[in-house]
């Protein structure tokens, strides 16, 4: 599905661009434009990155994410 109409980017583009280091919206705008026009494609875009970003995982040792492991 295209998620910045102005410079006609998909999501895929947006899942690669985080698969190869993107972090942030302004990484994938500068990769891909997202966010260079009009700018409402911003909000979506930040949750598809957020979708496809590793989370961050507990240091060795540490009790978080205990809880989901009992
Ligand atoms: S829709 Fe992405 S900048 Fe306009």
Do not use: F, K
Not at 17 to 34: N, S
């Amino acid at each position: 599905m295209y998620v910045c109409i102005c410079n006609a980017v998909t999501d895929q583009q947006i899942r690669i661009a985080v698969a190869a280091g993107a972090r942030t919206i302004d990484d994938v705008g500068a990769a891909l434009g997202v966010g260079a026009g009009c700018g409402c494609c911003r909000e979506c875009a930040q949750e598809i990155i957020a979708g496809v970003r590793p989370r961050r995982t507990p240091a060795p040792g540490s009790l978080e994410g205990l809880a989901h492991a009992v």
